[in-house]
């Protein structure tokens, strides 16, 4: 769908340097472009900056524990996120960017049924009214392997697999048109995560999402990732290259 629409990058990093709070740069000149319906898979070890370069996406300052930005441009649409004003912000997260987090049942909102968290969340699409959202909300449990039942069950009722794909319908929604999951499958057992990195793939192609994947298990990178990109903390950053199992890879295959 969005492929159709848009034929450019949906994101583009140019030259982008990034320090932590009153720190040194952790990385430097970074460039890299992602486009509809791709999975561009960020790989390095623990402090490397990659959750910093994922918040510097969704445009979170120190404040926030977020990188103060020395230099370069992050682009989405060819739109500086520079230029967002408070307005812009709000329809960036969350709404032109979905995010997913290694702690899906603690980004879920406590004490707040699922399905009424998918109801609210698909009714910030303008024009989109309380029956469509519920039709809608239990058409998106379905597609993330939940069962009905869930709509009405808590966060806290959720195991770890179950509120993963709880914040993949979430995200997914509000139909992003690029996705940040930052450790999104970590803390979940081996056929979990693999349950949960097929379904993710899978969806992201059915709706030509543009996908950044945050790990350092180079496993993952090499089921989902269409491209991968190195990251190493202070000195070296490798631009992005197709894994070297790419042509193996089935959920990857014929996709670029
Ligand atoms: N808010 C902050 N204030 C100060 N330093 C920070 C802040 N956030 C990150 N850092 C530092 O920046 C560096 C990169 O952190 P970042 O969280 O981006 O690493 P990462 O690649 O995501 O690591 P991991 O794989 O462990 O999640 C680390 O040295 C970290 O200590
Ligand atoms: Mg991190």
């Not at 770890?160 to 803390?187: H, N, S, V």
């Given at each position: 769908m969005l492929q159709q629409e848009?034929?450019?990058?949906?994101?583009?990093?140019?030259?982008?340097?990034?320090?932590?709070?009153?720190?040194?740069?952790?990385?430097n000149d970074v460039d890299l472009s992602l486009r509809a319906g791709e999975v561009l898979?960020?790989?390095?070890?623990?402090?490397?900056?990659?959750?910093?370069?994922?918040?510097?996406?969704?445009?979170?300052?120190?404040?926030?524990?977020?990188?103060?930005?020395a230099t370069g441009r992050i682009l989405l649409d060819d739109r500086d996120i520079a230029t967002c004003d408070g307005a812009?912000?709000?329809?960036?997260?969350?709404?032109?960017?979905?995010?997913?987090?290694?702690?899906?049942?603690a980004a879920l909102t406590p004490g707040r049924r699922i399905g009424a968290q998918l109801i609210e969340t698909l009714r910030l699409r303008p024009g989109?009214?309380?029956?469509?959202?519920?039709?809608?909300?239990?058409?998106?449990?379905?597609?993330?392997?939940?069962?009905?039942?869930?709509?009405?069950?808590?966060?806290?009722?959720?195991?770890?697999?179950?509120?993963?794909?709880?914040?993949?319908?979430?995200?997914?929604?509000?139909?992003?048109?690029?996705?940040?999951?930052?450790?999104?499958?970590?803390?979940?057992?081996p056929v979990t995560q693999a349950e949960i990195l097929a379904l993710l793939g899978g969806l992201c192609r059915e709706e030509g999402l543009a996908v950044l994947l945050i790990t350092h298990d180079a496993g993952v990178a090499r089921v989902l990732a269409d491209r991968v990109a190195r990251m190493k903390a202070g000195v070296s950053w490798r631009k992005a290259r197709r894994p070297r199992c790419w042509s193996h890879n089935p959920l990857a295959r014929g996709r670029v």
């Open positions: 848009s034929q450019g990058p949906v994101m583009r990093i140019e030259g982008v340097t990034i320090a932590p709070p009153g720190g040194a740069a952790v990385l898979c960020l790989l390095g070890a623990s402090g490397a900056g990659k959750s910093l370069l994922a918040r510097a996406v969704l445009r979170f300052g120190p404040e926030a524990g977020g990188p103060e930005l812009g912000l709000r329809a960036l997260r969350g709404g032109e960017v979905g995010m997913i987090f290694q702690e899906a049942a989109t009214g309380r029956a469509a959202a519920r039709a809608e909300a239990r058409d998106w449990l379905r597609r993330v392997g939940l069962g009905a039942e869930v709509a009405r069950a808590y966060p806290h009722q959720l195991s770890g697999g179950m509120a993963q794909r709880a914040m993949i319908a979430l995200a997914l929604a509000r139909r992003p048109k690029l996705l940040i999951a930052d450790e999104a499958t970590t803390a979940l057992d």
